[in-house]
């Protein structure tokens, strides 16, 4: 069956460490992959989209990572901050019986400690 | 910015109620979308819409139905609300021919509870 799993439901780290996140995907052949950061009662947030054929992308202190062949995506976070905290979101685009679908993982809980 | 606005934070709607959720987008978006997200099972994808009056069900659309009469509304609607059906429902939208090849931009949400 389709999955998506997020390394981990919470990750803590120190401030000014390298968040790194975790997104694995089986039985799907994504052409997209996003990630999104969610802040408590509040909607999720658009950060980055990677292509298939792309195989990093950064913003600033973020870096994704897309490699088909492991069906994995990597999320880092350099110079983490406190305020980094937040779930984080990534999502793929799949075809299931609904059609094509924007699916997304369950979500790692970073915590950034000063 | 793109804006997407739901119409309330929180409703509390008693069984068997028809309940009305509204979203609205200010950035002419193409395709508009709800899911539900529930502590341990993520976000679901109940119905999206990629044009006026056009819908396309997601995941779980059953005991939902949507409403889009202009590009800029898009509706859910609970025709008979059940307690299995209180969530926090989130709209988003994104722009494009395609679905999923560029950003969607959710709304707040709207925590829903069943009574």
């Known amino acids: 069956s389709q999955k998506i799993e997020q390394n981990s439901e919470a990750l803590n780290i120190q401030e000014g460490k390298t968040a790194t996140l975790t997104c694995n995907y089986t039985n799907y052949s994504p052409a997209y992959l996003q990630w999104y950061r969610q802040d408590p009662g509040r909607g999720p947030v658009f950060l980055l989209l990677i292509r298939e054929n792309e195989k990093e992308k950064r913003k600033e202190r973020l870096k994704v990572t897309f490699d088909t062949t492991l069906k994995q995506s990597l999320f880092h976070i350099t110079a983490s901050q406190p305020a980094d905290s937040a779930t984080y979101l990534c999502a793929l685009d799949v075809e299931n019986q609904a059609g094509t679908a924007l699916i997304f993982g369950k979500g790692t809980t970073l915590s950034v400690s000063s | 910015d793109v804006k997407v606005t739901q119409s309330s934070r929180y409703l509390v709607k008693r069984t068997g109620e028809k309940v009305f959720l509204e979203c609205v987008q200010d950035?002419?978006?193409?395709?508009m979308f709800w899911y539900r997200q529930d502590p341990g099972l993520g976000l679901r994808l109940i119905y999206f819409?990629?044009?006026?009056?056009?819908?396309e069900k997601g995941d779980i659309p059953e005991g939902y139905s949507v409403s889009r009469e202009k590009k800029e509304r898009f509706s859910l609607i609970l025709e008979s609300a059940s307690t299995n059906q209180t969530s926090m429902y989130l709209c988003?939208?994104?722009?494009?021919?395609?679905?999923?090849?560029?950003?969607?931009?959710f709304g707040n949400g709207t925590r829903l509870t069943v009574t």
């Open positions: 988003a939208s994104s722009a494009g021919l395609f679905l999923y090849n560029s950003p969607l931009h």
């Open positions: 950035m002419d978006h193409e395709n």
């Open positions: 819409s990629y044009d006026v009056k056009m819908k």
